[in-house]
């Protein structure tokens, strides 16, 4: 230190000392830690809640938790009483603010629990005079209690809101915003406008096309979205690319050409010229859009399973198949009106729910499910096998994104509906509302689970750029009506064996349009849809899946115990594949390993379009009460070595379909499940589905298959229907019981 320095420093500390200040003892002060504040996020908005009691049906928990400082929650007119609200996961408090109505507690605890069981106060009040109060606390736990001992008045307790906040030490992200006119979607979409060049977009189309065409599991994702307007445009869809209109409406965005899927790349028998097998034509989506065909021709959909078909318009016929011998397995077409005939040709079975066949449908092999769709052929089965329901009990459709006239990007949200037939949009414009994509938090491939979940604590909901995303950490939803929406078929992957995504036990979230593949980690679950236990009634606002994909190999080594699980009561599956790899890399008996492709836990749970695959051991387990299914299509796996390695204690294999004992109520409508055991033909499965003899479960519409003769099923449920195998391949049953 030079003599200078030294004389500055001894004045600065006289100076200092004059002031009554410490003196400066250094010439570098070391920088300042962040110091920890109480954030200022409400930890407690619309989260779960539950109480001793209610005064009436109008002060429901859930009113003190809602943000509305005109609802509320009250109790039964006695002592004691309790708010509890569940946050989500450990939160270390530092703040709680209660709103009091008149009748207010004059003693209370404000308590900490890890478990719901054992609780810790953190505030003790014993002459309290209610009104708005901000009380600092310090304690740490997942659920929060307002705990009253003593009432200020004779009508219990009244809380018009309830606010909780944790510490901050100020890391969080800080998150960019979402510009709704010129949102940043990466650079695998593909945005045309009706100003954009024909050509340039054609050959645009022709190179992703290219790309795609056999690229089966690649990690290239790609979307097309065409704003409204017209087009001249032939789209060849191949592997994990979506075309989608912006349009409020199908109309709103016309393709003067086609939007096709071909068979024409995929080897059949043993004829290497022979390209028209589409039981692999997997991963694509078209969506929100009409297509005007040019004269004298049709469109081609030849698919298979995950190539959904939604809000489409189709001005002449539409084929599924290559037109010719070639095999189709499993599709989808929802809330879409197809003016020409629907050829189903080779298609094994079909889902189609909420259409309007203008010109109608012929053909069917093993069973086609119709499901609130107008213009269908009439019930039958088998032969042919259409089996007919003229409503949907219960449905949403799923979210699209949209732009309007000012250039702005927003995700709509259909509103649900009951006992529906037909399209949502016949009348012109579909129920709901928007959401401005300013409230959206765009996530792309590389971006840390934690920022992920920063944005959702933020309240943010997600929208999925096309890619793979690789999460070291599980994504939570924790909070009522989040929307997390796909692009492109963006596929999540956990890598260090935990859940992809977990739901809580909350209203109205919109899961749709992911792939979620499993990683080289185990993971006991890979989605899982409200906590195990969890008991809310969520009929008003149920959560719902729309096109979620679960995949366990094929495109690389992974593992997953269950691929999906619900808990949530009044849960709608609309459109889920659960898919054990036969295929692909990092597949093998001992390999890609799976238990359960879902189970079903929660109670009164729809499932329109479940198609579950290959799993070890039931490929759909359901325990919950009141549960239904429309169209259910499996495939046992191929790959058990040996019987020994295919048992379910004494009973040989286990059902594609198993409805718990202690179920009460259940009810299927066409259900199909096959066998193909190319690596050992020898072996034999007792059952496709099993069910408790009970006056209320019902299956109807049934059918076995030995693919081929390779393998056996003895019966088709509980003992009855008799065996496939090479002497009878395909077995039906109308009714059981």
Known sequence: MSPASALRLRRIAVLAAALGLTPLLSPIAAPAASA???????????????????????????????????????????DPQWLQLDLGGPKQLCRVTLNWESAHAKAFQVQVSDDAATWRSVHT??????????????GTGR????????????????????????????????????????????????VVDPRSSTVDTQNRLNAIAREQRTNQFGPQRHAVLFKPGNYNADVDLRFYTQVAGLGLHPDDVNINGHVRVEADWLQQGEDPNNLGNATQNFWRSAENMSVTLPPNTIERWAVAQAAPYRRM?????????????????????????IDGVVVSGSQQQFMTRNTQLVDGWAGSV???????????????????????????????????????????????????????????????????????????????????????????????????????????????????DTVVLGLGLATVIPTTGKA?????????????????????VNSPVLVELGEPGSSRDHAANPVSVHDLFLRVGGAGPGKATVSLRVNSHDTIIDHVWAWRGDHGDGVGWTVNTGANGVVVNGADVTAYGLFAEHYQQYNVLWNGENGRTYMFQNELPYDPPDQASWMNGATQGWAAYK???????????????????????????????????????????????????????????????????????VRYLNEYP
């Not at 992809?500 to 080289?520: E, R």
Request: proline residues 8%; neutral net charge.
């Open 36 to 78: 920890a504040a109480c954030g200022t996020q409400n930890l407690a908005l619309n989260r779960p809640a539950s109480s001793s009691s209610t005064e009436n049906g109008g002060t429901q928990p859930a009113a003190a938790v809602d943000g509305d400082p005109g609802t509320r929650w009250s109790s039964a007119f006695s």
């Open 366 to 480: 093993w069973n086609m499910v119709f499901v609130g769709s107008t213009g269908t052929p009439p019930p039958h089965f088998p032969n042919p096998s259409h089996t007919v329901l003229p409503t949907t009990p219960v449905i949403r459709e799923k979210p699209f994104l949209h732009v309007n006239a000012a250039g702005d990007y927003g995700v709509f949200v259909p509103s649900l509906r009951h006992n529906a037939s037909g399209t949502s949009w016949a009348s012109g414009s579909t129920a709901g509302s928007s959401i401005s994509l300013s409230q959206f938090y765009l996530v792309k491939p590389g971006t840390p689970a934690a920022t992920i979940n920063a944005a959702l604590n933020q309240g943010r909901h997600l929208l999925f750029t096309p890619g793979v995303h690789r999460i070291d950490d599980t994504i939570r939803v924790t909070r009522p």
């Open 313 to 337: 318009h189709v001005r002449g016929q539409l084929h599924l198949w290559n037109g010719h011998d070639g095999w189709a397995s499993g599709g989808w077409i929802s809330d879409s009106k």
């Open 125 to 138: 009040a014993t002459d309290s005079a209610g009104g708005a109060q901000q009380l600092d606390v310090a």
């Open 143 to 190: 659920y929060l209690r307002v705990h009253g001992t003593q009432g200020a008045t004779g009508y219990g307790y009244s809380l018009w809101e309830v606010g909780a906040y944790a510490v901050t030490d100020g890391s969080d992200p800080v998150l960019p915003p979402t510009d709704p006119r010129n949102p940043d979607f990466g650079p695998n979409v593909l």
């Open 500 to 520: 992809a995504i977990s739901v809580s036990d909350v209203d109205g979230v919109k899961l749709a349009g992911l792939l979620v593949d499993a990683g080289p």
């Open 659 to 729: 409805v718990a004992d202690s179920v009460n109520r259940h009810e299927g409508w066409g259900l199909g499940s096959y066998c193909y055991n190319n690596v050992n033909p020898s072996v034999v499965t007792a059952n496709s589905f099993e069910v408790p003899r009970k006056p209320g479960v019902r299956m109807h519409n049934l059918a076995a298959v030995s693919l081929g003769g390779v393998g056996t099923i003895s019966n088709i449920i509980n003992g009855v229907g008799g065996a496939a195998n090479t002497t009878t391949q």
